[in-house]
Nanobody, 119 residues
Framework: QVQLQESGPGLVAPSQTLSLTCTVS??????????WGWIRQPPGKGLEWMGD???????FYSPSLRSRTVISRDTSKNQVTLQLNSVTPADTAVYYC???????????WGQGTLVIVSS
């Protein structure tokens, strides 16, 4: 059974870097039909795709967040990480780790973690 578990600080100060880790179990992040990425949902708003990383470590980003986002991985730990730089209160959201099946769509989500940007 595939499981995705997000972890990281729940509170980040403005202008700092938000860092989250997704620990994947039940599937290797190097399997070649999957992408592993991040989606967020600000309070009262819709879902926003942030980006993902494929089996060879190539990352893809939302154009609106590209300049502030880094998605990377640690294959030895089967983890995917998200870094969002220069955060503002507008980055307050529930952040989800997700799996995408190539040419099919999302099929697994983590439970999500709330990150609040505030001083």
């Amino acid at each position: 059974q595939v499981q995705l578990q997000e972890s990281g600080p729940g509170l980040v100060a403005p202008s700092q870097t938000l860092s989250l880790t997704c620990t994947v179990s039940g599937e290797s992040i190097t399997t070649n039909v999957y992408l592993w990425g991040w989606i967020r949902q600000p309070p009262g708003k819709g879902l926003e795709w942030m980006g993902d990383i494929n089996y060879i470590g190539t990352s893809f980003y939302s154009p609106s967040l590209r300049s502030r986002t880094v998605i990377s991985r640690d294959t030895s730990k089967n983890q995917v990480t998200l870094q969002l730089n220069s955060v503002t209160p507008a980055d307050t959201a529930v952040y989800y780790c997700v799996r995408t099946v190539t040419n099919q769509g999302l099929d697994y989500w983590g439970q999500g973690t709330l990150v609040i940007v505030s001083s």
